[in-house]
């Protein structure tokens, strides 16, 4: 099984160099006869919140690398690109660096990834961009805190891996994982997105100033904040409240992929006629 690693932190950022050690040692406890093998691409710096943009391709239809190595896994090649994480998942996918990795491993981030963040993640984006081109992914995210443990959210993510391997090519899992030790978690569940938004008000309806010419809006974050923020309002199951409870949640993803809805048969026909009416000069 061969795995490629990325993050939207950064080549350099401590969660994927925590998840490489993680991997490395995968690795080396392989059963006789069984291939693993590993390669990390990923940004050369901070591309949080960048979802699954890939950047101005046709205009710059090249990319920046560089060779890296972690502390404690210098077995698992590592580049750093001057790209985004999906960007860096597709070439990776696309066996760019000789490689043609099964699944995508992307994290650990620096904070939580729940609610409608998962749309804005740059972590999140990185698998589902992987999925376009078939291979399945995990985005590993840990609530941010004073001190992070990313070894925690690397453990679980380890423990859960072959069962990923398993499943259905496309299968996209997005991993939270509290900000506690190992003996602290309560355990994993399956967590679903909750509606808590990042943003809940600009401006002044964020206590800012009235608004002029120019200024600044200032934000109002909601609960889908890297610390997970006030869930009061959230299901026990929703992914926020699992993870602000001491578990670790698990949520099933789907990449885009066309709405077949029959409910909006007639919505869109009409359109369509109306658009035909119109090239043909009709009224």
């Known amino acids: 099984m061969r795995l490629l690693l990325t993050n939207d932190d950064g080549v350099g950022a401590p969660g994927i160099a925590v998840l490489a050690r993680h991997v490395a040692r995968w690795i080396d406890q392989a059963p006789a006869g069984e291939v693993r093998e590993a390669i990390v691409v990923a940004p050369h710096t901070n591309y949080s919140g960048m979802s699954a943009a890939v950047g101005d391709l046709f205009d710059h239809p090249s990319v920046e690398y560089r060779r890296h190595e972690i502390d404690g896994a210098a077995s698992i090649p590592t580049y750093g690109l001057e790209a985004p994480p999906a960007l860096c998942a597709l ?95 309560k355990g994993v569940r399956r967590g679903r997105i909750s509606t808590a938004g990042i943003v809940k008000s600009a401006g002044p309806l964020a206590g800012g100033e009235p608004l002029g010419e120019e200024g600044q809006l200032p934000l109002r974050l909601g609960a889908a904040t890297p610390e997970v923020g006030d869930v ?52």
């Open 91 to 185: 070439l990776g996918a696309l066996g760019s660096f000789n490689f043609a990795p099964d699944v995508i491993i992307s994290g650990i981030n620096a904070g939580a990834n729940v609610g409608r963040s998962v749309l804005h993640s740059g972590t999140v984006g990185a698998i589902l961009t992987g999925a376009q081109v078939g291979l399945s992914g995990m985005a590993i995210s840990v609530q941010w805190g004073d001190e992070v443990h990313f070894d925690t959210a690397g453990a679980v993510a380890i423990e859960v891996l072959e069962h990923l391997m398993a499943a259905p090519s496309r299968t996209l899992w997005n991993l939270n994982v509290p900000n506690l030790s190992a003996a602290q978690l």
């Open 232 to 283: 009061s309002d959230e299901a026990v199951d929703d992914d926020g409240a699992l993870v602000a409870a001491g578990y670790a949640s698990i949520t099933p993803l789907r990449g885009p992929h066309e709405d077949t809805d029959t409910a909006l048969d007639d919505t869109l026909n009409l359109a369509l006629a109306a658009i035909t009416r119109h090239l043909h000069g009709q009224r």
